[in-house]
Structures are given as C-alpha cells and as structure tokens.
C-alpha cells in the first residue's frame, strides 16, 4: 500500500540525508504537487507531521473522556457506598446488578482508567501530539525524517486503541489486575475475571502501542539529531525539543523492556511457562507451576514505568519552559541549567524504579540503594521549579489561558513532587506503599501537572494547528475550575492517604481502621466529578474554534521560536519558501537596546546591533 | 418521564449556555477587546491568582487541622513511633519548601502582572545562583536519605533471636495463621497438600508440624518482638497493619517476614481512644481479586502472661481428626509427604528461617 501513497514520496531528503542542506528547488515541487491531494492521504493515511499531530490529539482527547468517565464511576462508588445506581443499569448492565457495583467491575474501572490516562492520553495524547507537530516545526526541517514511519506509528496507536477499546465490551470484563498488571493475579482467569480475554487484549494491545512508540520515537530522535536547520545548533534548540528528544531516548530504551515483560506473561498465561508464577494452589487446584518469581515482573514492569513517568512529564515541563518564557516576556532563566537538569532526571530516571517495590520482599539493601537514588531526583526537579520561579521574576505577564496553565502545571508540580521526598523514603514508604497517599502524590505531579502541561500546549499552539484562536474567557472559566477542582481533589486525598486508607479498595466500611473519612471520600468524589464535567468547556471551545474562532495572524503571541515563521497554516513543508536560518538562541525576549520584545531565532544578528550582546558583537558578520 | 424532563433541562441549559457565549463574543468585538491583546481580564487572573493563593491558603490550612485527629493511625509499635517522628519531620522540611515556592510562585504572579509601561528584566542566567540552590536542595536530601537509611537498616535488619514468630498466609480472600507450637519450630508445609480440610497445605510427615496450630486470629504479646513470616498460596497480597506500621508483601513462592515490637494492648488503645470496640486489623493491601477490599484479620495485643495461656489453650494440628485422614489421602493419593524427607526440610528451614531460640521465659515451661 505505501508505494502508492503519493505522499511517500515526500519525506523529506529520506534516511541518509546531511544534516543541513535543506535544498529548495525540491521542496518547492512537493509543494506544488500535493495541492490536490485525496482526502483520504490529506486527513486519513497522512504522512503529514502536523496531520499526525491533530490525529493523536484528537484520539487522545476521546481517550481522556472515556478515562475521565472511568473514574467518576468508582467515584460514585467510593463517595456514596450505599447509594443504590439504578439509572446506570441500562448503560453497565450485569456490571450493576440492582443499582450496586460488582466489585471486580469496580478494580476493572480502576485498572482502565489507569492503562488509559497513563499510556492512551499521557503518552501518546500529549508527546505523540506535540513532539510530532513541533518538532519539525522548531527544529526548522519539512516533515520527520521518516513520514511513512510515522504515519505507522499513528495507526498502531489506533490498533491498539481499538483493540483496548473492545476489551471494555467483553463478557468477562477487561483487564482487572490494576494498570501495573502484576502476576499472579494478572496470569490466572481463575483469580479474577479480567484476566481472562480482557488481559489478553491488553496485553496485545499493548504491544501495538510500544511498536507505535518505537516507531514515533526513533523518528523524533533522528529529526531532532539530523534535520535541524542551518545555525541551529544543539545548544540552540528550544526546551521543548530538549525535552521531546530526551523523552523519545527515554521510550526508546525503556519500552522494549515492557515488551519483554508482556511477552514473557503471555508465556506463562498461554504456554505453561513459570517466569512468575510458582508453589500456586488456586480454585481447588494446584498448579504445576514452580519457581517463577512475581517480583521479577515487577522489576521489568517498573523497569519501564518509572522512566514512564517521566516520558508523561517531561514533555509537558518542555512546553511550559517555552510558555512562561513567551508569556513573561523574558528568557527562560537557566537555560543550561534546564538542558542539564532534563538530562540529569532522564539519567537518574532509569536508575530508580525498585522504589516502588520497598515492601514487595525484595532485599532491603537493594531498597537502601533505591532510595539513595530516588531522593537525588528531587535536587534536578528542585532546580527546574526554581528557574521557573525566577523566570517569572520581574517578567510582564500575559495571562494567556495557555499561560494559565503554564503557572498551574508549576503549581502542580511543586505540591506533587515534594510528596515523592516521603515516599522516596524506604522508611516511610513502609506506611505509605499502596495507601490514597501514592494516589494524591502521582496524581498531582505526573496526572494533573501532564493534564495542564497538555492543556497549556493546546491553547498556545492551537493557533498554529488550526489557524484560529481558542476563545480566552472559556479558557480562563476552563482554567480556574480545573485549577481549583484539582487541588479540592487531591489535597484531602492526602488525608486519606496518612490515615492508611489502601487504593484499589471497593468500600471500607469493613475496617474499623478505615471507617473515619466517609464525610471526605463524598467530598472528594464530587469534586472528581465536578472538575471532570469543567473539561466540557474546554471540549467545547477546541471544537468550536476549530470553525468559528477569531483568526489567528502568523505569530500571536509574539514568540521567537520558528514554528511562528511559517504561514498561519503551515501546508506540506511548513514553508513555502526557503527554510530560515537560526542565528540566536530561542528566548531573547524584552532584550535591552532593542525595540521589539522579541527577536525571533532566526534574526541574524547583523540586524539587531543596538541589542547584541558584548560576545554577540563579534558573530554580528 | 423524569428522564426526559432532565434531558430537555439539559438540552435546554446548553442552548443557554451557546447563545451566552455567543453574546459574550458580540460585546467583546463591539468593546473592541475582542483583539485587544492585553485589557482587564489580565488584571482579573492576576487578582485570582493571589484570591486563589489566599483563600486556598487558608482552606488548606483549615481543613488540615481539622482533620489533623483523624488522619493519625494510633501508634502500637516501637519502630512505628520513630517513623511517625521521621513523618512528621519530613512533612514540615516540605512544608516550608511548600509554602516558600507557591507563595512565591503566585506573588510573582500578582506583582509582575503586565504593565504597559514596564518592560520585563533581561536575566537569562546566573551560576551561583544556580549553584546555591543545587547544593541546599542536596543537603537536605542527603540528610533525610541518612536518617530514612539508618532507620531502614534498623527496621528490616534480623529478628532479634527470641522473637516470637507467627506465620500469616493470604489466600484469596481471607488469611490464614499458623503458630509454631511448643517446639517452637514450623512445620515443612507444601501447597500440593492443600486440600478443604488443609488449608495451609501442612505435610504431617515432619514431626515439627505436628504441634503447630492454626488460629482465626493473631495474638501477640506487649513488649516482645514478633516475627511475622508471610507466604501466599494464590496471588499477591500485603499484610498491611497501619497501627504497626507493618508492611510487606505475601508472595507465592517467596516467603517474606517483616518483625515489629507491640507497645500497646488491645485493652491499653481501646482505654487510650475511649473506643470499647477498637480492635487492631490487618488488611490486604495489594490488589488481589474480587474480595480484595474485605481481606481482614483481627490482631490481639496480649499481656505477656495472657499471651502465653492463650497460646497454651491452642490444640495443635495432630488433633484434628480431618485433616489427619485427609493428609493421609492426600498423601496416598499424590506421593507427597511421605516422611518429610531431608530435602524439604532444608527447604523449610531456608524459608522459614534458622531453629528459633526460647521466645518467652514463660512459653518455655509449657
């Protein structure tokens, strides 16, 4: 099928190109020759970056949405454990028998809304979105170095949606085992329904998803690496592109690692293999299986889910850099710092996942190690939140919705993060492991945090994505709802968390230990339901702007950076004319000597004399 | 007809909502701030954003103290009151860090708001600042990963020799507890044995197992250091007892244990809380299937005296007639537990540990 893509033959320069030359006269014929595209190779089978973009986008909104639903299901459940559900049975069917949960239905909402907004909305949602349209776009090149490649990449991410998608609908329930599936409960239906067909599909599902990440993430890689523009070098790159190029490292060596752990579960699920199970007595039986280890699975699973975590968050860190700079009107503050605390958190990020595993039996001089480096992860996090303070320190704010965002992400972030110092603790993790405690903590600082730094990138570059505008009140109502209905969320769950309150847990009426919150738990869930029912204006503003938005010139937010140097929509090849070139770095905003508040990259100069800096002087020819 | 009543509100709602949108947009492009890049509503978030730092402030605060009695497990160990200590110490070191960045975060906000007149400052880098606040951040870390490690090694270093061992194992959905009886050894036990009668899988071959017992409940004495040893026979669970700080995962396969020092009784914590039904619980805290959230066990804090007639009163397996004949069958019928042979004994004894000494002066004499 590919070779009768017409637009196959436009990946620009293809595999082995030099890095520079970005020669013109072919890009001007593909310019000409894809005007009269076939709707179906314009907004199906596209290879078009920036297609691909809105592909991943929209798919992960939809995702978001059923995630969001998801969750204000078992809100229901953990606020008002007595309330009989009656209007939901024609929609959950057998799920709801007589207005009342199933209790393995309930670990199946749980376990979906994890897979989902973990993999389907913060990974594929937010990098897939914007490392596919920004990357080429700042970096100054056409298209990916492989649009064939990524094009794939979408339509495994849309394999493996549908086939997790489908799972919702079988008889015995999708996958149950909580999204971090550990065996033996995730390998033996007879311990719980989901592990049924429902595993099986996640399972293959997820396999289709780490082949899109690959496939994405090799392609980010190398475009970043090979097709930035004359002048731009490394240490010229916007944060963003910094960090979309270190979190495709990160997916790159950590997803195989997931892939192993599936495949090998698929063994044991389907083979009779024993990498994780041994010495099982189950339903009246007693399996063959003997000297498997469930913790095994638990350092492959977290092998890749702790470097996961951050694949989620440092996009998102990436484009708020970039936002507060353009809204405060002034460079980011430490620019080097920024790139050195991305890489250090993307080093130390592989070296840290066993912290999840402190009381799982593991050695607890392994724990002491882990916990050695974990709390290390904290110093480059901490650096990251003080250069944005002092970003915004003697800035001139602009409260765009995006800018909105930005702030919130910090926010977020700060409240989230500094919990992570406790649970980083072995010591104290003893306690904590397991309880609302973890849940409060990675909810505010990769959940939420991703959601604003996801929401803020959509405001600030939807412009460019769409040529309109977002409406700004609607982002400023959208904002302050979200803002708040986070925060009246997941701060009480903290509460709930120090009182030991365990996750995955259908009801405590039946501890004495856990029987004090139910006034909170109420609370916490109307505030869920609130905040998720406040993204409706958002999905409202996205689409009606989409048609009827105010138009947007070519760079509204008078930014530097050179995805605002193309036309208000940019078409096949971004630019229909030459590709700048870069002379400076990405934030000279509000530059003394100079009229403007901002130079963009790709002003030379030569132009900007009354501006240059002493050292810039000597570059001026 | 109800349904359809909410419905046309609904419908009814949004229409409302569409044309106040829609208004809205009108007014803005006749007031001329439609395009107007920078007008009031900048003034208004920058004002919201200190609203939001005050009220959620004290909101915050607020809500905190008032749950503050709520929200603290009663302590009943001895390592529990020093990670209760290290908590409490943590929380404040974040707490600062806390209120000092968000303070700052939404002052700088509200203050540098934009004015027509101002012009941002240009200060793209500065190392020493960079430096500085590197190096405080890894003081501090460095001093709480000492402390976390110290306590670390303490907690999940060996049993002191004479602690008394229990063993707890999580079947979906309830636990099962087994005692060493007067020899004060395990029995070998082996999950093929398993059957109704033998839900702990006892091979009674090996005359260690013969006087253990079983029990519906866990006691333990104040004041004497206990060894629980975890097994699972199914899936994952964690034997988690908030009052303990215990925590450790029940992994099939793999024997576990974790040890802790009661401090308190059941009699002491319900005279303490003014609760006549306190009761300490263990619960599962590792998702492990449907009954997952009803996974319970009661645990009995004892006097030291009362501990050992309660354990005297204990019958130990070899009179239970059932699971006699049933191990027989079992036996006969698999090939296992015949004699308990060297080979599973050493096997128990790696799992369950080395030959504990006397536990308590007073357990000895019976």
Not at chain 1, 51 to 66: D, E, K, N, P, S
Not at chain 1, 150 to 163: A, E, G, H, K
Request: aromatic share 14%; glycine share 8%.
């Amino acid at each position: 099928m590919a070779t009768n893509l017409p637009a196959s033959t436009s990946s620009q320069g293809g595999i082995g190109t030099a890095p520079v030359p970005h020669t013109e006269h072919d890009e001007h014929l593909h310019d000409h020759e894809h005007h009269d595209q076939h709707w179906l190779w314009k907004y199906v089978f596209s290879q078009d970056h920036k297609m691909i973009a809105r592909q991943f986008l929209i798919t992960g909104m939809v995702w978001a949405i059923i995630g969001g639903v998801l969750s204000s299901l078992f809100r229901l459940q953990l606020g008002w454990p007595e309330a009989t559900l009656d209007w939901l049975q024609p929609i959950l069917g057998k799920w709801i028998a007589g207005g009342k949960l199933d209790p393995e239905f309930y670990l199946a909402l749980v376990t979906m809304h994890g897979t989902i907004m973990v993999f389907f909305v913060l990974t594929a949602g937010l990098s897939g979105t914007f490392s596919n349209f920004l990357i080429p776009l700042q970096v100054g090149a056409r298209d990916m170095a492989s649009g064939f490649m990524n094009m794939l990449s979408y339509w495994f991410f849309f394999l493996s949606s549908i086939i997790m998608f489908c799972s919702l609908f079988l008889e015995t329930g999708p996958a149950a085992a909580g999204w971090t599936i550990y065996p033996p409960l995730s390998a033996l239906p007879q311990a719980i329904s989901g592990s049924g067909m429902g595993m099986t599909m996640w399972l293959v599902s997820m396999v289709f998803f780490i082949v899109s990440q690959l496939l994405g993430g090799v392609n980010y890689v190398t475009t970043v690496i090979n097709l930035r523009t004359r002048g731009l070098s490394m240490s010229k790159l916007p944060l963003t592109i910094w960090a979309f190029f270190l979190t495709a490292i990160l997916g790159i060596l950590s997803f195989p690692v997931l892939f192993s752990a599936a495949l090998l579960l698929v063994f044991d699920r389907s083979f009779g293999t024993s990498f994780f199970l041994s010495d099982i007595y189950i339903a009246g039986q007693a399996l063959h299986n003997q000297g498997g280890s469930p913790v095994l699975f638990q350092h492959l699973f977290w092998f890749l889910g702790h470097p996961e975590v951050y694949i989620v968050i440092m996009p998102a860190m990436g484009m708020v850099s970039e936002i507060l700079a353009t809204n405060a009107r002034k460079p980011i503050f430490g620019y080097r710092a920024m790139i050195g605390s991305l890489i250090g958190i993307s080093l130390l990020s592989f070296v840290v996942w066993a912290h999840h595993m402190f009381v799982t039996g593991m050695n607890p001089f392994l724990g002491s190690v882990f916990m050695f480096l974990t709390l290390i992860i904290a110093v480059p996090s901490g650096v990251k939140v003080f250069n944005w303070l002092a970003t915004l320190w003697r800035g001139n704010i602009r409260f765009t919705a995006a800018m909105l965002f930005a702030i919130g992400f910090v926010s977020l972030f700060i409240s989230g993060g500094l919990t992570g110092i406790i649970l980083g603790n072995a010591t104290l993790d003893i306690q904590m492991h397991n309880t609302y405690f973890v849940v409060a903590h990675f909810h505010l600082v990769m959940g939420s945090s991703a959601f604003f730094g996801l929401f803020a990138g959509i405001y600030h570059w939807f412009p460019k994505m769409f040529g309109r505008m977002m409406d700004e009140k609607l982002g400023y109502i959208h904002f302050w709802l979200t803002f708040a209905g986070v925060y009246l969320v997941f701060m009480p769950m903290h509460y709930v968390g120090i009182a030991g309150f365990p996750r995955r847990y259908y009801s405590w009426t039946g501890f004495d230990a856990f029987s004090q919150f139910a006034d909170l738990n109420k609370f916490i869930s109307a505030a869920a339901i609130l905040a998720f029912f406040a993204q409706f204006v958002f999905i409202f503003n996205f689409f009606y702007s989409i048609f009827r938005g105010r138009r947007a010139s070519e760079n509204p937010w008078n930014s530097t950076t050179l995805e605002w140097t193309t036309p208000v929509v940019p078409g096949h090849g971004n630019w229909p004319g030459e590709i700048p070139t870069v002379y400076r770095w990405p934030y000279d905003y509000s530059k003394p000597g100079s009229e403007a508040d901002f130079i963009p990259q790709n002003v030379p100069y030569s132009q900007t004399a009354s501006s240059n800096l002493p050292y810039e002087r000597e570059l001026n020819d | 007809m109800t349904a359809l009543t909410i419905l046309l509100v609904l419908v009814l709602l949004l229409v409302v909502f569409g044309l106040l949108f829609r208004l809205q947009i009108l007014t803005s492009i006749f007031s001329g701030s439609y395009v107007k890049e920078i007008g009031t509503s900048n003034r208004i978030n920058a004002i919201l954003m200190l609203v939001f730092m005050v009220v959620g402030g004290i909101a915050f605060f607020w809500s905190f103290s008032n749950n503050f009695s709520k929200m603290n497990p009663p302590i009943a160990s001895v390592h529990g009151h020093a990670m209760e200590k290290m908590f409490w110490t943590t929380m404040v070191v974040i707490g600062i860090a806390f209120v000092i960045t968000q303070a700052l975060l939404f002052i700088y906000s509200y203050k540098y708001q934009h004015q027509d007149n101002r012009r941002a400052y240009f200060f793209a880098h500065n190392n020493t600042i960079e430096v500085i606040w590197t190096i405080i951040p890894a003081i501090v870390m460095a001093s709480l990963i000492f402390a976390g490690w110290k306590a670390w090694t303490r907690i999940t270093g060996p049993a002191p020799k004479d602690a008394i061992v229990v063993e707890v194992m999580g079947k979906q959905f309830n636990w099962l507890v087994r005692y060493p009886g007067r020899d004060m050894k395990l029995g070998v036990i082996n999950y093929r044995l398993i059957d109704a009668s033998n839900d702990f899988g006892f091979d009674l071959s090996d005359k260690a197992s013969l006087d253990d017992f079983t029990a519906s409940e866990i006691h333990v004495p104040k004041g004497h250091p206990v060894l629980i040893k975890i097994r699972s026979r199914d899936v994952l669970h964690a034997v988690y007892m908030p009052q303990f700080r215990v925590q450790m995962y029940a992994v099939p396969g793999m024997p576990t244990r974790f040890w802790f020092t009661p401090t308190t009784t059941t009699d002491e914590m319900r005279a303490k809380l003014g609760n006549p039904n306190f009761k300490y619980e263990l619960a599962c805290n590792q998702i492990c299937g449907k009954g997952h959230f009803a996974m319970k066990l009661n645990i009995v804090v004892d006097e030291p005296d009362d501990y050992v007639a309660w354990y005297a009163a204990q019958a130990p397996v070899s009179q239970n007639a059932d699971m006699m004949a049933s191990f027989k069958q079992m036996s006969k019928q698999t090939g296992l537990g015949k004699g308990g042979s060297k080979e599973a004994k050493a096997d128990a004894i790696e799992e369950t540990g080395e030959t504990p000494a006397v536990p308590l002066a007073a357990q000895a004499s019976l």
